[in-house]
């Protein structure tokens, strides 16, 4: 008894495998409605027996085992392909068009890695010099993803998605980081940052340039010293300047 | 007239007319409280400061060294008496640190607090306190300097402070 491969498969309309196709095993599209299928070769484990009753039992538990090992795991799963035209017959390994987990784009893998350093310490305990944790993350979003990380970061120093002295916080780790190759962009970011809707957030833009040390912030700090509303922080955005032009 | 010194986070004192926008005329946020929390037995930790700030610096550098890192350090003075003047008891009380010389000639507690007496120490800090930063390269400065001068006792210095004052050496 040959198995229908579609048979195994639910058809409803969340069905993972629907609207697929088939592709054979030396490349060719078979066309099967319900299923595409990537072909992993020759299997070297056909099955010889001649007895199709048994052949088809096992191919059905084999098949079942095999879906349900692979859907736990995580993996693509594995199909034996015993239709009668199927020739040599192979394991197909299945792709879905409406997968339940699809690959992340990279734009969503730098904001969750973002988010996860943000939010890697808890917001109370967020206090001056005692943000190592928050620090590690940062420097390992800007070696990992570069003018794409720092990019994010500066978009969301213009939403409330996350709270403004963490993100003075991680500002203040931007300017402290090591890392030459980054050094304009971080200077970049900080520099636009200044004009951050959060008084929090533009301190820690002021005080991460400060960190950075480069004197090409101190024309920024002094323009946004003199836009600033609020006195004490002005107060800050100035000493912030005078230090880095003292040292130029 | 000599101070005392409390560490706070100048951003929750920027409280005024409008700011933040959802803030009724008169009232008081409760950010700037997050400066003045009390320990469990209602005592507040504070350093006395002479009337010339000659010892600011100093105490500054003994808060700093127990950090993970060097950061800026935002800092209130506000004048012994008036402090005082509030009926609040102060006391000397030297606690560890890694500078304890420092702690035994300076440290004080605010003791016997109140929910009303903290309410107004932080009137009084908005109203007369002297608020003011040290950024982080000068804080730095003055970590290695208490570092290379002994005056810090290293085994109670945050070891991950030294590590990083010893590579940036």
Redesign the interface.
């Known amino acids: 008894m040959n198995v229908n491969v579609n048979s195994l498969i639910p058809s409803s309309s969340t069905d993972v495998f629907k609207s697929d196709t088939v592709v054979g095993s030396s490349g060719e599209v078979l066309t099967r409605s319900d299923t595409k299928l990537a072909s992993l070769g020759e299997a070297s484990t056909s099955a010889t027996t001649t007895d199709a009753a048994t052949q088809g039992e096992r191919s059905v538990s084999r098949s079942i085992r095999g879906l349900v090992v692979a859907l736990y795991l995580g993996l693509p799963p594995v199909i034996y392909d015993e239709r009668a035209h199927a020739s040599p017959r192979s394991w197909y390994w299945v792709h879905t068009n409406n997968q339940t987990a699809p690959e992340p784009a990279r734009d969503e893998v730098v904001q969750h890695a973002l988010m996860n350093a943000l939010t890697c310490m808890p917001t109370d305990e967020i206090q001056?010099?005692?943000?190592?944790p928050l620090?590690i993350g940062i420097a390992s979003c800007v070696k990992d993803f570069g003018e794409l990380g720092l990019g994010k970061l500066a978009s969301l120093t213009a939403t409330a998605a996350v709270d403004a002295?963490v993100l003075?916080h991680a500002l203040?780790w931007i300017g402290?980081l090591e890392d030459n190759e980054s050094f304009h962009g971080r200077l970049r970011l900080l520099i636009r940052v200044l004009a951050s809707p959060s008084?929090?957030v533009r301190?820690g833009a002021a005080?991460g340039l400060?960190?950075l040390?480069s004197p090409l912030a101190v024309r920024a700090l002094e323009e946004a010293a003199s836009n600033e509303a609020?006195e004490?922080?002005r107060e800050?955005l100035e000493?912030?300047a005078n230090?880095l032009s003292r040292r130029s | 007239m000599p101070y005392l010194f409390r560490s706070i986070?100048?951003?929750r004192?920027?409280w005024g007319a409008g700011?933040p926008p959802w803030l009724s005329p008169g009232a008081v946020p409760a950010a700037p409280f997050g400066d003045v929390a009390p320990s469990p037995s209602s005592a507040l930790s504070l350093w006395w400061i002479a009337d010339d700030k000659s010892n600011v610096r100093r105490v500054i550098t003994a808060l700093?060294a127990t950090?993970?890192?060097?950061?800026?350090?935002?800092y209130a003075l506000i004048e012994e008496t008036e402090v005082r003047a509030l009926g609040i008891k102060v006391e000397q009380a030297p606690d560890p640190c890694p500078d304890q010389d420092a702690s035994n000639r300076w440290h004080h507690n605010l003791i016997e607090l109140t929910a009303d007496s903290l309410f107004s120490l932080v009137g009084l800090i908005k109203r007369i306190g002297e608020?003011d930063?040290l950024?982080?390269?000068?804080v730095e400065e003055l970590l290695k300097e208490g570092l290379d001068s002994g005056r810090l006792e290293i085994s109670r210095v945050n070891p991950?402070?030294r590590e990083s004052l010893q590579r940036s050496k």
Do not use: C, F, I
């Open positions: 001056d010099g005692m943000t190592l620090g002295e003075s203040r402290r008084t929090t301190d005080l400060v960190e040390g609020n004490s922080l800050d000493q912030a230090y | 986070n100048k951003r004192w920027d700011n700093a950090r993970q890192h060097v950061d800026k350090y935002d608020l930063r950024l982080a390269p000068e991950k402070l």
